[in-house]
């Protein structure tokens, strides 16, 4: 067996190169890894109240951003002008739009950019001291973060089960964790 590292020869069935130490077999990795990282056994799952808490002021930090927004698109509109009443009144449906998308897009945008970031947290995450990890504990993606976030369209819409099941599980999952293969941990 030759070490891809250095191309020295080791004996079949090394772990470990003799000559650089690099990792010779997927054992040696993953228990490098866990070393590296702590056992995936000592990670503390954050519990349904603590979450609670970071959706709130989560909710509470999107809505002021929100209606900042609006309130800036809405001044838009307001603008006296000397524009004939047909082009107006597109104008105006078209802010109407607008205003909706911001609405729409901000809490994805703000939830999947935050979660898949290096802090690995929403503003609410780290005032409470949590963050969302994959199931090896590493930063997720952009994608992942916005599967998690269209999840939660699920764990809500079943009477809020989903979220609830939360505080059950062994991992402190909800469904949409789940779902995403994700966990929520305290830093």
């Known amino acids: 067996m030759f070490c891809p ?4 020869q080791n004996p079949e069935g090394a772990q470990f190169c003799h000559n650089c130490g690099m990792a010779l077999t997927i054992q040696a990795v993953d228990m490098l890894r866990n070393k590296a990282m702590g056992s995936l056994d000592s990670v503390k799952y954050a519990g349904f109240w603590r979450r609670f808490a970071a959706y709130l002021i989560d909710s509470i930090v999107l809505a002021i951003v ?28 078209s802010l109407a739009f607008a205003i909706i998308v911001v609405y729409l897009f901000s809490g994805w945008l703000y939830f999947s950019i935050m979660e898949s970031s290096e802090l690995q947290a929403t503003l609410g995450k780290m005032a409470v001291g949590i963050k969302v990890t994959d199931y090896n504990l590493n930063r997720i993606s952009f994608g992942r973060a916005t599967g998690r976030y269209f999840a939660k369209i699920i764990s809500a819409f079943i009477f809020l089960i989903g979220y609830i099941i939360a505080g059950f599980t062994e991992k402190k999952q909800a469904l949409h964790d789940f779902i995403a293969n994700t966990y929520v941990v305290v830093k």
């Open 66 to 93: 929100q209606w900042v927004l609006m309130i800036v698109l809405a001044l838009m509109g307001s603008v006296p002008t000397t524009m004939n009443q047909d082009f107006m009144d597109v104008f105006s449906a």
């Open 5 to 8: 590292k250095c191309g020295e």
